[in-house]
């Protein structure tokens, strides 16, 4: 059969979603930052809510996510998304509100706005790419960089005596009761970019079904900051990085998951 | 029938808000300002109106609340007092440089560090040349009453509309502290009616979405937008000059102060006159824009001018620089939460102006 | 039984050649081109094409939402 029979608009079984814009992302090659872009653009896609959607873009390297996604957001302060979120949804209750933010922003600087709004109950959805390092800025350690992992800030390694543990906010946040549905995922592969978009589906029904807040963190690679390749760099995340952040849901329907 | 109430200037810009139709509150408790926050929770306006009304975890995210709402179109508003607005200050450069409107209310307290809880006007710098970073300016109003305290939020929400800006009322712990007479007004409805040119309402079908942003990484766009700004401000300084005058029609000195110290200066004119001393007083309603026309039309004919502040001397810079040379221009002020008597204001007026 | 045919459309200009993709593939389809498009990318592109039963892997995968995928169901 020719390629041609086989391109034909019948056939398409899978395209970019008109949700993302055209722009070319501004990420590096291989980021997981514009899959799970995409996912998340699809799950308001497939939900039918663009129309009552309001995104969070956060100071990072997702700073632009705005320019991708297509609809009506506004960008935070370094940190400060899940205040904004609270600002927006306060004033439209009943619409879709969701931060987008990286490890430095929700683990760092905006550690008091992330609990804070998880603790309220806040009804809004955190999509949370933990990279385990300050991508943006040039790759310095992150509170969520792993023990003895090499960042610019940390070159002989993260000492845990000196520079602190890394932190599991998605655990900790799990904890509140203000959260109703908590998931750690990733999008390095074809099965986990689908688990993924599952979860961030079931973020944004539970976030519609007004059950506080809900939150999809999402292990990423940043094989600039890590200085891999960027299929290297999902190796060293799989090998690394999921031990000590095990993907699966933390939290559903209120309820803490056991097996974690 | 007239709807008159004895309130603390603290209540009064609270329910000042309530009735211009704000949409949300979000503030974090700090003296002397706490009663703003609590008296709108004793209201619960969420019945009265429908204003929400949040207790944030800190200024810093009370501020990036209010900047979250008001990217909605809302009216909405925070206050503080100075540590509070020193908190603020990246949410106040972001709401300036992304063009969202909100009141914000500084009830000053004497600095610097945690200072003391007692009344100040020190914050005067930090409210009309910025304060955060960046070239921004915020519209500031400086209420002189509790009445005032309740107009304001009228005022102060207005212009933020027209503007797209963010407006501060610069007040102080006396007047938002103390109780006078207060004149209410009708409750205004809550808008309901978004601009879709900026707010965040959701894309509607088959339009474009909106993003609200402060940042671009265009250097020449961000020049444009600085311009932009820059023209707006113009505007804003061309347009929403507001002053009082007294008793400078057959005045040979005059008293430039705002606020709580415009009330001091009133009672020193008072005590002068009856000494034979003619002074006359110009109260700036907006220190920024600044009053600087009318004040360097009545300063040829004075023979000094007495800024005085509860500060070590800030908005006498903006005097010096409209009053112009060859008048004489003098400060006096008290710090740190001190409140100068009129005795002592008209004492450093003849100690700075006259007997020199 | 039903055999699936695919086949992949690769927005070359907008490919970052980051082999993502590539790792993604069950049947080996994808390759990295020796050629670099205007960004100065190796870019993707199917190099087994017989081979591609338009399970959408790659497209799912790919962080720049570049490929798009159809398919054909075949009866024997
Ligand atoms: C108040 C403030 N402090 C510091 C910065 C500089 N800064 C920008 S992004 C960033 C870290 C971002 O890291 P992360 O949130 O993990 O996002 P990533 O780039 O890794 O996706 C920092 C420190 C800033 N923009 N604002
Ligand atoms: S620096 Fe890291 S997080 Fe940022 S775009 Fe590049 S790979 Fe992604
Ligand atoms: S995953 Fe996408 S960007 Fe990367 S090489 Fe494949 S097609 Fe190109
Ligand atoms: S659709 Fe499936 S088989 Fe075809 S190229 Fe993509 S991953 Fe390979
Ligand atoms: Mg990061």
Redesign the pocket.
């Known amino acids: 059969m020719d390629i041609k029979d086989i391109i034909k608009p019948e056939n398409l079984v899978?395209q970019k979603t008109p949700l993302m814009t055209d722009k070319t992302l501004s990420y590096c090659p291989g980021c997981g930052h514009g899959t799970a872009h995409r996912i998340v653009m699809e799950v308001i896609e497939e939900m039918g809510i663009q129309s009552e959607t309001i995104g969070v873009a956060p100071v990072g390297c997702s700073v632009l996510a705005y320019d991708f996604m297509n609809v009506d957001m506004v960008g935070a302060s370094h940190g400060r998304a899940p205040a904004v979120a609270t600002g927006i949804k306060r004033c439209w209750p009943e619409k879709f509100v969701y931060t987008y933010q990286g490890d430095g922003d929700l683990a760092a600087i905006g550690t008091a706005e992330t609990i804070h709004a998880a603790n309220r109950g806040e009804n809004i959805t955190i999509i949370f790419i933990n990279n385990g390092i300050y991508g943006m800025t040039g790759g310095q350690m992150a509170p969520t960089t792993l023990e003895g992992m090499k960042t610019s800030t940390s070159p002989y390694g993260r000492d845990l005596k000196s520079m602190g543990n890394p932190l599991k906010m998605t655990e900790l946040l799990a904890q509140l009761p203000g959260t109703c549905y908590v998931s750690r995922q990733s999008v390095h592969s074809?099965r986990n970019v689908r688990r993924a978009k599952k979860a961030i589906r079931a973020a944004f029904e539970s976030q519609k079904a007004n059950k506080g807040l809900s939150l999809v963190e999402i292990v990423s690679n940043c094989n600039s900051g890590w200085k891999m390749e960027p299929v290297a760099s999902n190796e060293w995340m799989v090998e690394h990085m999921f031990p000590f952040y095990p993907l699966g849901d933390l939290k559903v329907d209120g309820k803490l998951v056991n097996n974690q | 029938m007239k709807e008159l109430r004895l309130m603390k200037g603290n209540e009064a810009v609270a329910e000042g808000a309530i009735r211009a139709g704000a949409d949300g509150y979000f503030g974090y408790p700090i003296t002397p300002q706490s009663e703003v926050m609590e008296y709108l929770m004793a209201q619960q306006p969420e019945k009265r109106t429908g204003m929400v009304v949040l207790q944030a975890e800190s200024e810093v995210a009370a501020i990036n609340m209010v900047y979250g709402a008001a990217s909605t179109g809302k009216r909405v508003m925070t206050s503080s007092s100075s540590p509070g607005i020193s908190l603020m200050q990246e949410g106040i450069s972001y709401l300036a440089g992304a063009e969202l409107p909100c009141l914000l209310l500084n009830v000053a307290r004497g600095g610097p560090g945690l200072g003391t809880i007692q009344p100040s006007q020190a914050d005067y710098f930090q409210s009309v040349k910025g304060g955060g970073h960046g070239d921004y300016q915020l519209i500031v109003l400086a209420p002189s009453s509790v009445q005032e305290m309740f107009d304001f939020a009228f005022l102060g929400f207005d212009l933020a509309f027209k503007y797209r800006n963010p407006v501060l009322m610069l007040s102080d712990g006396l007047i938002g502290q103390m109780m006078e007479k207060v004149e209410l007004c009708e409750q205004l409805p809550r808008v309901t009616h978004f601009d879709r040119s900026w707010t965040l309402t959701g894309k509607p079908d088959g339009q474009e979405r909106n993003i609200v942003t402060s940042l671009d990484l265009d250097a020449s766009r961000q020049e444009i937008h600085n311009q932009h700004l820059q023209e707006k401000y113009r505007q804003c300084k061309e347009n929403e000059v507001r002053f009082e005058l007294l008793n400078t029609d057959d005045a040979e000195y005059l008293f430039v102060a705002y606020g709580s110290s415009a009330r001091i200066c009133q009672k020193a004119i008072q005590l002068g006159r009856e000494e034979g001393i003619k002074i006359g007083l110009l109260r700036p309603i907006t220190l920024w824009p600044f009053p600087a026309k009318p004040l360097s039309e009545l300063a040829p004919r004075m023979k000094g001018i007495l800024s005085v502040e509860q500060s070590a001397g800030q908005m006498v810079e903006d005097v010096r620089l409209s009053a112009g040379c060859g008048v004489h221009i003098e400060h006096y002020g008290r710090m740190g939460g001190m409140i100068p008597t009129p005795e002592q204001v008209l004492e450093n007026l003849k100690k700075l102006l006259i007997t020199k | 039984m039903a055999k699936m045919k695919?086949?992949?459309v690769v927005d070359i200009e907008k490919c970052k050649g980051c082999e993502v993709?590539r790792v993604?593939?069950?049947?080996?389809?994808?390759a990295i081109a020796q050629e670099v498009n205007h960004k100065g990318y190796h870019y993707a592109y199917?190099e087994h094409q017989e081979?591609?039963?338009?399970?959408?892997?790659?497209?799912v995968v790919c962080p720049d939402g570049v490929?798009t995928?159809y398919?054909v169901k075949l009866s024997d």
């Open positions: 899978y074809p | 695919g086949a992949i993709c993604a593939c069950p049947n080996d389809v994808i199917q081979n591609c039963v338009g399970c959408a892997n790659c497209a490929i995928v398919k």
